[in-house]
């Protein structure tokens, strides 16, 4: 291993790229792609593309190794791009950071795909990479023309290009996402598959291995070779090898081998959260998933064919809870429940993914025909995600960080003692154990001191997680103000604020979403909003507009900014808008509301021309409520600032949401001009030095309380008596 990372690194050094990478001008490459390419549509309407590929050689000079580089364009990849393929690319290189999984990064500018690399189009591997691409192509083109189709070239191949948005964030918030990426039991149903038809045929044992392993090969030819598919692959022959832990004695030694192996080939996939949480799910399946099963059969006589994948994702969701801290706030409870419904279906539709992508090119009707029931386990799996967001409590409060994840491994280490002492597998000094006993026993028979430990270590469990789950969180609710005014929420680097009249509660406003659904659901709950009157999206950008999807089932209405030069001809926006049937207005200089004690007006942007880009189309508002004026200044800049300034100079403010979350392209006689006595700043953690200090200590010298999310959390603003302004901060939650 030591070895690999050495080689590893002296190819990340090699001169020639660090040169190229230092310069910062283009240079010519020829690389092999690695990867199927993926796309995403932009909300600026672009298409950007990016794929995996290992560099051979820079300005016509070979390099000592392939290093491995992600290559970015502005534009949809080819289809000819398919895994083994070479390229002749042009573009400004970077180093890219190494738990990146790639040593390079290039801005591609130009590309060909045929003329230097002739020799390589006819090759075997490319041969292989066209017509694996061929067969997703014609899997994804079939899943289009059904309905309710989106996810089966997930489930089959990690597809996800027909997800639309509002899907995505379903199952994002939901926790099913890994089901339409390729993962260990992905793998391991492929495998059990063919060793099956091979059993089937009378193939001996041997032979059935043999034909295992090709499907198996076969199987990561179509879903594309890089780091995470090779990891479930590998993950794969653990659970089949240790029979999925039915065969104790080969269990860990497997999963050790498999770890082993996985780190020599690439020692860097050690710090990725996805190698992570596929060993950990893996220990927890080879250990545990036996034990559950035998459980469920006889306890709630599931049959075996349930019972397996719902033991399966139990316990894998119990050994990835604390590592899950470490990426996103929260338990997610609705999470668990979605996996454990969702569980049946994930594999029916990934075995029928795969017989749709066998049999489409050998007739297209039937073909089409399996994608159609391959549509059932899909709504499935939605219906499941839809259905784990409808509990009160689906994501349970718990600290995030190495804290809250050593905190829970810790509850979860104490849960499964009072398993091992409860079962009677746990001695004490002299052979003594507890009987093995039910719920329905209140005092087990043994002996005392193990009777001692088992009541000692489920109380400090029960203690512990009722305090953080239960006191904690409510103690926060009860404290929460009841008549604010105004709320910034804490969406990290991003801005969601929240409006109304305390004498009108139910009527709130939303102003942008920022781009983290967790995020913005928690704030949404922390203070009681379930319904919106009004989404103001003050413009495009991702930090405003990223967890849209979030929301709109919360509303009928939706108002968004100008369209830029850019945007004339197709707007991501509008479509993602017109997709979810809800009412959209564009806002203007002038127009504006007196609604449910809010009045509101939109004073920006400059409405003579078109806004050269995002920002300078901001909609910027001026909004009276509960007695006190506050100026909302979206991502404006210093120019528009200036011409809100000539626009309207006598305006002032008792709040301003400080613009652009703190940047330096601030106009500070603006600010000077509105003197607000209270300064919101949205800010999380970035690499732009957000926020400004020269704007901060101005607004402080002029008297203004800067309150900052990324330091208090979400912030609350009410109005005490004789019109003095208070602020309640709901700290950190991360």
């Not at 809100?644 to 709040?655: G, I």
């Amino acid at each position: 291993m030591t070895m690999q990372i050495a080689l590893t690194e002296h190819a990340r050094e090699d001169p020639v790229l660090v040169s190229a990478a230092e310069s910062g001008g283009e240079i010519s490459a020829l690389v092999s792609i690695s990867d199927y390419p993926s796309a995403s549509v932009q909300l600026d309407g672009r298409v950007r593309g990016w794929v995996r590929a290992e560099v051979k050689q820079v300005n016509g000079t070979h390099l000592y190794r392939p290093v491995k580089l992600m290559l970015w364009l502005n534009e949809m990849a080819p289809q000819l791009w398919a895994p083994g393929a070479e390229v002749s690319v042009t573009g400004a290189i970077a180093r890219s950071p190494p738990e990146g999984g790639t040593a390079y990064e290039m801005s591609v500018s130009t590309f060909d795909t045929g003329t230097k690399s002739k020799h390589n189009q006819s090759s075997l591997s490319n041969q292989i990479g066209r017509g694996a691409a061929a067969l997703r192509n014609g899997l994804r083109d079939a899943s289009a023309r059904q309905p309710d189709a989106a996810l089966v070239p997930g489930f089959a191949v990690g597809d996800t290009s027909l997800v639309s948005d509002e899907l995505e964030a379903l199952m994002l918030e939901s926790s099913l996402t890994h089901l339409t990426a390729v993962s260990g039991s992905n793998c391991a149903l492929v495998v059990s598959a063919f060793v099956g038809v091979a059993a089937w045929l009378g193939a001996g044992r041997r032979t059935r291995r043999v034909i295992a392993g090709a499907g198996l090969a076969l199987f990561v030819i179509l879903v594309g070779p890089d780091a995470s598919v090779q990891r479930a692959a590998v993950m794969a022959t653990v659970l089949l090898v240790s029979d999925f832990g039915g065969k104790k004695g080969r269990s860990l030694p497997s999963l050790g081998l498999a770890v082993l192996v996985l780190l020599v080939h690439d020692p860097w996939q050690s710090i990725q959260p996805g190698f992570v949480l596929s060993v950990a799910a893996t220990t927890g399946i080879v250990l545990w998933s036996p034990s559950v099963e035998q459980w469920l059969r006889t306890t709630t006589k599931l049959p075996k064919i349930l019972a397996i994948p719902v033991a399966v994702a139990c316990v894998a969701q119990f050994f990835c809870a604390p590592f899950l801290l470490l990426l996103q706030p929260g338990i997610s409870l609705g999470g668990v429940l979605a996996n454990v419904v969702a569980a049946p279906a994930a594999p029916l539709g990934t075995a029928l993914g795969m017989v749709a992508l066998v049999l489409l090119p050998l007739h297209s009707g039937i073909g089409a025909l399996v994608v159609g029931v391959a549509t059932w386990p899909a709504r499935w799996v939605q219906a499941a995600g839809e259905l784990s967001l409808m509990l009160p409590l689906h994501r349970l409060h718990w600290p995030s960080g190495w804290g809250g994840a050593l905190l829970l491994a810790a509850v979860e280490a104490l849960l499964f003692t009072s398993i091992l002492l409860r079962s009677g597998r746990v001695t004490n000094g002299i052979g003594e154990r507890l009987e093995s006993f039910g719920p329905w026993r209140r005092v087990p028979s043994g002996p005392l001191s193990l009777r001692v430990a088992l009541q000692v270590v489920s109380a400090t469990a029960a203690g512990v997680l009722i305090a953080i789950v239960a006191i904690v969180p409510v103690s926060v609710r009860l404290g929460v103000p009841d008549d604010w005014f105004m709320v910034t929420c804490d969406v990290g680097q991003g801005d969601a604020i929240l409006l109304r009249d305390p004498q009108v509660a139910s009527s709130v406003m939303l102003i942008d979403t920022g781009d983290d659904p967790e995020r913005l659901n928690s704030c949404l709950e922390l203070f009681g909003v379930n319904n919106l009157a009004h989404v103001i999206l003050t413009h495009d950008d991702r930090d405003h507009v990223g967890a849209l999807s979030t929301v709109l089932r919360r509303t009928e209405q939706v108002i968004i900014a100008p369209s830029t030069r850019d945007q004339e001809e197709f707007r991501p926006l509008e479509a993602q808008l017109k997709m979810a049937d809800v009412q959209v207005q564009t806002g203007a200089v002038g127009t504006g509301a007196l609604d449910a004690g809010l009045q509101w007006e939109f004073i920006g942007p400059n409405p003579n021309g078109v806004p050269e880009d995002t920002n300078a189309a901001s909609l910027v508002l001026s909004v009276s409520v509960a007695g006190t004026r506050v100026v909302l200044l979206a991502d404006t800049g210093e120019d528009e600032q200036q011409w809100l300034s000539t626009e309207y100079p006598e305006l002032q403010a008792d709040v301003v949401k400080v613009a652009h979350h703190g940047s330096k392209d601030q106009s500070l006689d603006w600010y000077e001009q509105l003197d607000p006595t209270v300064a919101l700043i949205s800010v999380g953690e970035n690499r732009y030095g957000h926020p400004n200090g020269a704007l901060i200590e101005t607004l402080e010298l002029d008297g203004a309380a800067v309150l900052r999310t990324d330091e208090l959390g979400s912030i609350a603003l009410r109005v005490e008596e004789g019109a003095r302004i208070e602020a309640w901060t709901a700290g950190r939650q991360d």
